[in-house]
């Protein structure tokens, strides 16, 4: 463990000191052959960035999407070998470093770039059994509470994210010479469909409403706080859309596990 723990240090930090000794050199020094991994850490690091983050990278360009790639890397590296986990504070570090002033919107491109790279990683769910649902006794209608379909989640942004992330990726340059950043804020509902990601503008009671269904309320909290709107409509689209994947009744304990459960 302490010579992993040199290593790291060695890597990350680029302190070679006590990694140093451990290290055979056999016709390649010892400083060279922890560059070498050092490089290829960087690099692979940097390759699975920029795979979830293809607008930003396009936005900003290769130079200085490596560049703060490695600060970012430095600050905050990997706890996982699994890399389609790796980069979630990413947005948050883009918000803090400096360098990025000039794009204020890159922060909210970037939060909607994760969400839509963790849509397309989520675990398959089956669809809430609508019937199932449909049998619930009318008195306990209003104690609902729904569990939201893992690839589904809300952003608000305070910048159009999603147009910009739209035009970038496709190479629209007129649509981003079109575009309005006072268009904002948006709030935003994204969702893995059978036929990709899709972004889904909502307005903001229907953001705050379905904020609320996702969080597991029930019903009847989420109707007194959604007063503009219409709840059994927003909750019939959603339905068809597959956006819950199960439902429980507040106020009911789940049953104990039985002597057969591991």
């Known amino acids: 463990h302490e010579i992993q723990q040199a290593v790291v240090r060695s890597l990350i930090e680029r302190d070679d000191g006590e990694a140093i000794v451990h290290i ?19 690099g692979t690091l940097t390759n699975a960035l920029r795979l979830s983050y293809p607008a930003v990278h396009r936005l ?31 947005p948050d570090f883009l918000a803090r470093f400096p360098a990025v ?5 890159l922060p909210d491109v970037a939060r ?3 969400a839509v790279s963790c849509a ?4 398959d769910a089956t669809p809430l059994n609508v019937p199932a649902l449909a049998a619930v006794a009318e008195g306990d209608r209003d104690r609902v509470c729904f569990v939201p379909h893992p690839s589904v989640s809300l952003i608000r942004a305070s910048y159009p994210a999603d147009t910009i992330w739209r035009a970038v990726l496709a190479q629209d340059d007129a649509a981003l010479k079109a575009l309005d950043l006072g268009d904002a804020p ?18 903001e009671p229907a953001w705050r409403c379905t904020a609320s269904l996702c969080a597991g309320q029930p019903l009847h909290e989420v109707v007194d706080l ?9 909750l019939v689209e959603y339905l068809a859309a ?12 789940a049953p104990p596990p039985s002597d057969s459960d591991p």
């Open 112 to 114: 909607l770039e994760w």
């Open 242 to 253: 597959g956006r819950f994947i199960a439902f429980s009744l507040s106020g009911v304990a």
């Open 24 to 42: 055979r050199g056999e016709g390649v020094a010892a400083a060279d052959r922890l560059s070498i991994y050092r490089n290829t850490l960087f």
């Open 186 to 203: 948006v709030w935003l509902l994204i969702q893995r469909l059978p036929t990709g990601i899709d972004v889904k503008r909502l307005s």
């Open 120 to 123: 397309l990683h989520a675990p």
């Open 60 to 90: 900003v360009g290769a130079d200085f999407f490596e560049v703060s790639t490695r600060k970012f890397i430095e600050v905050e590296p990997p706890r996982s070998a699994y890399l389609d986990e790796y980069g979630a504070a990413f």
């Open 101 to 105: 002033e000039s794009v204020p919107y």
């Open 226 to 234: 959604a007063s503009v709107i219409d709840v059994t409509a927003l």
